[in-house]
């Protein structure tokens, strides 16, 4: 099991995703520049939080068209896991990896806070940790993490299974009161259409430790660890 996070000028959670994988995966993941345009051989690509070139023009745009998003691309098309967190999702989207788009939050304010999920589906690598249904605690903090899609894009995505999380009350209920940003059908993450490619504006990272606030993000990558472990070589 082996994994790189990919990083840009203005990233700021690397440090946090390398411990999440350091503490699931036994070994400490390997660190890509933006600049470089080859990956090392891994199971799992990583693009962490942060304000990849200031968030200038869009959030993730300019990050988009860095050289060794090529390289991404064509490990997600090989069917390589690919992770998005918060601007790694905003990255994502704007390379045309994941469908949507992330606005800036209904309420033009940054957002920074606990908010609870709801798992929408518990049969992918990324989720199997978890069961469906099932609600868990971790942290946000963005500007630009209101989702948005077209109404056939949303169609589809909900018809086809690519929700991944959607923010929620405690007990599971959906609705404005419970989203921090305004994100449609209360989207906090969503798929590609294969399933190997996951973008989510939370920071699972940042909720894998006891100490630092709760241990909800820690299934995440337990879970991706088990089904890396039994894939085949």
Same mark, same amino acid.
């Given at each position: 099991?082996?994994?790189?996070?990919? &990083?840009?000028?203005? /990233?700021?959670?690397?440090?946090?995703?390398?411990?999440?994988?350091?503490?699931?995966?036994?070994?400490? +993941?390997?660190?890509?520049?933006h600049?470089?345009?080859?990956?090392?051989?891994? %199971? @799992?690509?990583?693009?962490?939080?942060?304000?990849?070139?200031?968030?200038?023009?869009?959030? !993730?745009?300019?990050?988009?068209? /860095? +050289?060794?998003m090529?390289?991404?691309?064509d490990?997600a098309?090989?069917?390589? @896991?690919?992770? !998005?967190?918060?601007?790694?999702?905003?990255? @994502?989207?704007?390379?045309?990896?994941?469908?949507?788009?992330?606005?800036?939050?209904?309420?033009?304010?940054?957002?920074?806070?606990?908010?609870?999920l709801?798992?929408?589906?518990? %049969? &992918?690598?990324?989720?199997?940790?978890?069961?469906?249904?099932?609600?868990?605690?971790?942290?946000?903090?963005?500007?630009?993490?209101?989702?948005?899609?077209?109404?056939e894009?949303?169609?589809?995505?909900?018809?086809?299974?690519?929700?991944?999380?959607?923010?929620? /009350?405690?007990?599971?209920?959906?609705?404005?009161?419970? &989203?921090?940003?305004? /994100?449609?059908?209360?989207?906090? !993450?969503?798929?590609?259409?294969?399933?190997n490619?996951?973008?989510?504006?939370?920071? +699972?990272?940042?909720?894998t430790?006891? @100490?630092?606030?709760?241990?909800?993000?820690?299934?995440?990558?337990?879970?991706?660890?088990?089904?890396?472990?039994?894939? +085949?070589?």
């Amino acid at each position: 099991m082996t994994a790189a996070i990919v &990083t840009f000028p203005g /990233s700021n959670r690397e440090r946090d995703m390398v411990m999440a994988l350091t503490r699931a995966f036994g070994k400490a +993941p390997a660190l890509v520049w933006h600049r470089d345009t080859e990956l090392p051989k891994v %199971d @799992l690509i990583v693009i962490p939080g942060g304000f990849a070139y200031g968030d200038y023009l869009r959030a !993730g745009a300019m990050a988009a068209q /860095s +050289p060794i998003m090529r390289a991404v691309a064509d490990r997600a098309q090989q069917g390589v @896991l690919v992770l !998005g967190v918060c601007n790694g999702f905003q990255v @994502l989207t704007e390379a045309r990896l994941l469908p949507g788009a992330l606005m800036r939050n209904a309420g033009l304010k940054f957002v920074c806070r606990e908010v609870h999920l709801r798992v929408e589906r518990a %049969d &992918t690598p990324f989720t199997q940790g978890y069961r469906k249904g099932e609600i868990f605690k971790c942290p946000v903090a963005h500007h630009d993490g209101n989702y948005f899609a077209d109404s056939e894009t949303l169609a589809r995505i909900e018809g086809e299974g690519q929700v991944a999380f959607r923010y929620c /009350s405690p007990q599971g209920d959906l609705g404005a009161a419970f &989203t921090p940003n305004g /994100s449609i059908n209360d989207i906090a !993450g969503v798929y590609n259409d294969k399933g190997n490619v996951l973008g989510l504006m939370p920071h +699972p990272e940042d909720a894998t430790e006891k @100490l630092l606030g709760g241990l909800g993000g820690a299934p995440l990558f337990a879970g991706l660890a088990e089904a890396l472990a039994g894939a +085949p070589a």
